[in-house]
């Protein structure tokens, strides 16, 4: 494990967009930054990174935190990876402790994953270079390829010996266990015998890292082929590998990408390799014949622009234009080279230095629609049937992009391209998008209402009467209060059914056993000289008629969220003063008034993380150095933390005219007014829900018709409505109608 000190400097150390921009395009917002959600797809930046807090936050998913979680959640690593990741960045030095075989075994699967294919990359390099058959085999071949040995090493390339079994055999000989094997897609079982078995044996290796330079998988070439051994084989999908989400050389690329706001895709190894090698290292291959929707927003978190390399293989670049209509649907801007016969990016590279390329792609490039028109136009002649087909597809891609103005740049071109009146292309694009559009709505709809159907089944546990609404769904539709305690028990007609007569109207004062004159004057505010005492005598809630459905979605919830974003944010901050018993003067933090003024009243916070993290502060509160925010954002617990960072977390920032303009008072300064106003508004939200419950208890057959129950039930509303009105004078004489 690592010490807090450890851990303490490697916070102070490492900077969020530092940190940020290795994956993330940023550009300044005001005091923030802001860029593409890495965790989902978005054409809207709403990814937004606060240096002065050490914050990031998306605010259309919700993920975020502070830098450990960003790499937590961004790189799939536990807390402790997570800090040794930017220990490793800034040069800080991790002492920690031997871990014990228990805590070994209690590692999970994807860590043990990692570390084999680790072990195995190693492997494959160490034969690679110091084994007399991967020398005089594997080397030779991409020396004979016109790869330098410098390149050999970036890309970690390896050699796997002609033997069926030798990465297995060494690896269980290291310790490593068979079933890791197994799930990396490293080895396999046969079927015949159940031996374990390589899967790359006699071939050349080439890992394929994580943006962050994890190896998740492996491509193994064949060297000698006969028709009867595939060429390339690749590491299968396993919980580390998604091949739809991951694009090779990307790890090498990024920043390339970001400087030159540019990135060539191409289709394989070899090509980023030797691309790489010419100088041009903005360049991700796809390892296939057609992009996914996962690899479209990596290449997107880096920039909008991508230049696509064909080699004139007209069977491969059909199979890619479906591809490719996926881009535009992200919004991005996309160009073509073809490159001249006989070539491909690989042999193209070998050929040309990188100033050469580049001022060929420059001359060469096309925007995709007009290339995609001029393709088609060469296959369909002059037959009419097809030709239509045609319009039809080129409507259809241009339908996807999602800018006006592109939109109708690309129609304008095409009319004139395929001699087509402008306003019949204008109206079959708008077509489309409204199909589209009403498609997606239908989905959503559906899915809505499967939802909603499910939730419906979990709720109504209890068969519901006919003619009777389920409690549950009166919500503010209940009946107005009833007023008076001295209403007879509800008589029954004569056929059984309950026959309820209107209530008599209800005193507010002077009745027997009120609570008014206990809660009509409600204790002042420890600030303004008195003691502190009850709100009332006893609990604010008791124990409810009506089961608590979804305690956490109820109503005093925001207010929770509210008032505990106080208590992060300032928890250790000194509101106040007040004597003790022996008359010795005591600073009050935010987080003991929250803590103290709740107990007075015997409430709690409703959820279980809001309170275990008031408990926590409670516990540390007189610590020398203790701060709230900072306890919580290095807290070893990642619920704890990614709460914490949300709920110090601000969408918005005051513009600088503003802040210059006029003195702000911000929530820090009036932590003596906003807080006592928090709980207020909490305990009055409290009340105001036990309330509705009461309200929706009198509608309950089994109560109206046990004259004891209903009136227990009436004598409680009375009481919380005496307590409401107390509340709500507390809280400024606000207008409570009941």
């Not at 034969?127 to 970690?156: E, M, P, T, V």
């Not at 297995?168 to 990396?184: H, I, N, Q, V």
């Not at 939802?451 to 519901?464: H, L, S, T, Y």
Request: proline share 5%; glycine share 6%; hydrophobic share 35%.
């Amino acid at each position: 494990m690592i010490d807090q000190a450890t851990i303490d400097k490697i916070l102070d150390a490492a900077q969020i967009v530092d940190v940020v921009s290795e994956f993330v395009t940023l550009k300044r917002a005001g005091v923030n930054y802001k860029g593409l959600c890495p965790f989902h797809n978005e054409k809207t930046p709403s990814f937004v990174v606060s240096p002065s807090k050490g914050l990031c936050k998306c605010f259309s998913c919700g993920k975020g935190g502070n830098v450990v979680h960003f790499i937590m959640e961004h790189e799939q690593l536990n807390y402790y990876e997570a800090l040794k990741w930017l220990a490793n960045k800034y040069h800080i030095e991790v002492k920690e402790r031997e871990l014990s075989d228990e805590e070994k075994q209690a590692q999970n699967v994807r860590e043990s994953m990692f570390v084999v294919n680790d072990f195995a990359n190693n492997y494959f390099q160490n034969l690679l270079h110091n084994h007399i058959d991967g020398q005089s085999i594997g080397l030779a071949y991409f020396r004979q390829r016109g790869f330098r040995d410098d390149i050999i090493r970036k890309f970690q390339l390896g050699y796997s010996l002609n033997e069926r079994n030798a990465l297995a055999k060494e690896a269980k000989r290291k310790g490593f266990k068979e079933e890791f094997l197994e799930k990396t897609g490293l080895c396999y079982r046969r079927d015949n015998d159940g031996q374990l078995r390589d899967r790359f044996w006699g071939r050349v290796m080439f890992p394929v890292h994580t943006l962050s330079g994890k190896v998740i998988a492996f491509g193994g070439r064949v060297l000698k082929t006969d028709g009867k051994v595939a060429k390339y084989v690749n590491s299968p999908e396993s919980e580390i590998y998604h091949k739809s989400n991951e694009l090779y050389g990307i790890y090498f690329a990024k920043q390339a990408i970001v400087r030159d706001d540019r990135c060539f895709l191409v289709e394989g190894y070899t090509d980023v390799i030797s691309m790489h090698q010419a100088g041009i290292e903005n360049v991700v291959a796809s390892s296939g014949t057609s992009l996914t929707s996962g690899q479209i927003r990596l290449i997107h978190r880096f920039t909008n622009n991508i230049t696509v390399l064909y080699d004139g293989d007209g069977a491969g670049i059909k199979a890619s234009i479906r591809g490719i209509d996926m881009l535009l649907e992200e919004g991005m801007n996309i160009k073509v080279v073809l490159l001249p016969d006989g070539e491909d990016p690989d042999s193209f590279a070998r050929k040309h230095n990188a100033t050469d390329y580049k001022a060929y792609i420059n001359s060469h490039e096309v925007d995709f629609i007009r290339f995609k028109t001029n393709l088609l136009l060469e296959e369909v002649g002059n037959d009419p049937i097809k030709r239509a087909g045609l319009i039809g597809d080129i409507v259809r891609s241009i339908s996807v992009i999602p800018e006006n103005i592109v939109r109708s740049v690309y129609i304008r071109e095409c009319s004139q391209l395929l001699q087509v009146e402008e306003k019949l292309l204008v109206q079959e694009v708008g077509k489309l998008m409204m199909r589209t559009k009403e498609e997606k709505q239908a989905a959503a709809e559906k899915q809505r209402q499967r939802e909603a159907a499910k939730a419906g089944r979990a709720q109504q546990n209890v068969p519901v009467p006919d003619g009777e609404v389920p409690l549950e769904l009166l919500g503010s539709q209940a009946p107005p209060p009833m007023e008076g305690l001295d209403a007879p028990p509800p008589p029954m007609d004569e056929g059984g059914g309950v026959s309820m007569p209107p209530p008599a109207p209800f005193p507010s004062e002077g009745v027997e056993g009120s609570t008014n004159d206990r809660v009509g004057h409600p204790t002042p505010l420890p600030w303004e000289g008195q003691g502190e005492g009850p709100l009332v005598e006893g609990p604010l809630v008791e124990t409810l008629f009506i089961p608590s459905q979804n305690k956490q979605k109820k109503a005093y919830h925001d207010k929770e969220v509210l008032l505990m974003q106080q208590v992060v944010r300032y928890g250790e901050r000194v509101m106040y003063a007040e004597e003790d018993e022996d008359g010795n003067s005591r600073n009050v933090t935010v987080a003991e008034h929250v803590a103290s003024d709740l107990s007075v009243d015997s409430l709690e916070l409703q959820d279980p993380m809001h309170r275990r993290m008031l408990d926590e502060v409670m516990q540390r509160i007189h610590n020398e150095g203790f701060v709230a925010s900072r306890y919580f954002f290095s807290h070893p617990d990642p619920q704890v933390a990614r709460l914490a960072a949300d709920l110090s977390s601000d969408r918005y920032q005051l513009s600088k005219y503003h802040s210059r303009s006029q003195k702000i008072v911000t929530d820090e300064e009036r932590l003596c007014e906003l807080v006592p106003h928090l709980l207020t508004d909490l305990k009055l939200a409290i009340v105001e829900d036990e309330l509705k419950q009461v309200l929706a208890a009198l509608q309950d057959r089994t109560i109206m018709t046990d004259a004891a129950r209903y009136m227990e039930v009436m004598k409680r509303y009375k009481d919380l409505s005496e307590v409401q009105r107390a509340i709500a004078k507390r809280a400024g004489d606000r207008v409570v109608l009941s």
